[in-house]
């Protein structure tokens, strides 16, 4: 058993150990607070299953236990949950812990599992208590198979075993919820200014229209790859500038419309199917990518060196908070992926403190942590990211940092 270490600051997250289902891990100084075991003898024990049951709920204790430690646990953390469709790691992680947390290093402990990062709706997570110490033990229920004695129990009950069960991945509840991140995965909405300068653009209609809308045929200049049929129409917003160097990041885009493609030429022709907002000339035309769009993503401690800083803020003025999407002023430049695990960071203030030098010397206040993100999108020098959790409201020009 090896005790599992971390720095005073750090919170541990079951979205990880989950995500991973039932990982090892380990890291720097600090009491143990949570232990992976290697699989201990089978319980024996039976499933119940549609209609048929047994006297007392089931699991098998045939794969790693992880031990929590029982101050991390919440009061009211129940004793089995059964996962659901709709649920993300990340609210599972609440009922258990009072601090969800990325652990510091994951790595799959199960091989028998295939895809073990992955939970699926119908799995049980159940807390027990081995010799006092309360720990979670995962069970993935599969389709029962009958005992050889005659298919019945000598109770006169059919008799269930779990099995591990094969599932489609597209079947996987998502780290973190679809509907605050969708958009940004199938339109893209901060790009170069190269590619601003030179995606195709619209440039009329047939009746002179100033504006088209859904079922309006509008013609474009520019480079169309006819194999590509599927088009975001989108419409230049501002510039995103690093805060600290002031440098070009990229340009933030709306999406105005979806198009497809009719034909290709000069000038080409588009069919508008859907709109936000009418279409205007000067719309700039850029691939959708539908079919590549996930919302599984596995949590992880990021290479980041130094600090970044948020540079924007999607769908708000001056501030936002948990389950909104942020813009950051790093990307795959700075070695930031998709999954990275960030904190978020309130630059202390300078205050004056009367009883110093000459009673009025100033004093920096330190940063206080006021939340944590995960990216879902990077781009070369700018990265979307989800607030996971936030304890004051998050705004632009807050520090981000490694946890």
């Known amino acids: 058993m090896a005790p599992i270490m971390t720095a005073p600051t750090a919170r541990l997250s079951l979205a990880v150990c989950l995500s991973a289902l039932l990982t090892a891990c380990a890291s720097i100084d600090a009491p ?24 007392t709920p089931q699991y098998t204790s045939s794969e790693p236990r992880i031990y929590i430690d029982e101050g991390q646990l919440e009061a009211d953390a129940p004793d089995t949950y059964t996962v659901v469709r709709g649920d993300t790691l990340w609210d599972i992680s609440d009922r258990f812990l009072k601090e969800p947390w990325l652990w510091p290093e994951i790595w799959s402990y199960n091989p028998q599992i295939e895809n073990p990062h992955l939970i699926y709706p119908g799995d049980v997570l159940a807390l027990e208590y081995v010799n006092g110490r309360p720990s979670l033990v995962l069970t993935r229920k599969g389709q029962g198979r009958v005992d050889t004695d005659g298919n019945r129990a000598s109770d006169g009950r059919v008799r269930l075993y779990p099995k591990i069960r094969s599932e489609s991945l597209d079947n996987a509840i998502p780290t973190i919820s679809g509907d605050s991140i969708q958009q940004f995965l199938v339109h893209p909405r901060v790009v170069t200014a190269d590619v601003i300068n030179n995606a195709p653009y619209v440039v009329g209609n047939y009746d002179s229209r100033l504006i088209s809308a859904v079922g309006h045929k509008v013609f474009v200049r520019g480079k169309l790859n006819r194999d590509q049929t599927s088009y975001g129409v989108f419409r230049r917003n501002k510039e995103l500038r690093d805060p600290i160097s002031d440098a070009l990041l990229g340009y933030e885009v709306s999406h105005v419309a979806d198009a497809r493609l009719l034909s290709t030429g000069d ?9 936000k907002m009418e279409t205007m000339n000067g719309d700039i035309l850029l691939p959708t990518h539908e079919g590549s769009v996930t919302h599984t993503y596995i949590p992880r401690l990021p290479s980041l060196q130094g600090e970044g800083r948020i540079v924007s803020l999607v769908n708000a003025i001056a501030q936002t908070g948990r389950d909104q999407v942020i813009v950051l002023n790093i990307g795959s430049e700075s070695s930031i992926q998709e999954g990275d695990v960030l904190a978020i960071e309130t630059r202390g203030k300078t205050i004056v ?5 000459g009673g009025h010397e100033k004093v920096t206040l330190p940063n206080q942590r006021t939340g944590v993100a995960m990216v879902f999108k990077t781009f070369d020098k700018v990265s979307y990211a989800l607030v996971m959790e936030s304890t004051r409201p998050v705004m632009v020009n807050d520090i981000i940092t490694g946890i």
């Open 32 to 55: 143990s607070a949570f232990v992976v075991e290697p699989p201990a003898a089978q319980i024996n024990d039976r499933f119940s299953e549609d209609g048929l049951t047994s006297p």
């Open 267 to 275: 000038p080409s022709a588009i069919a508008i199917t859907r709109n």
């Open 353 to 357: 403190d009367e009883r110093g030098i």
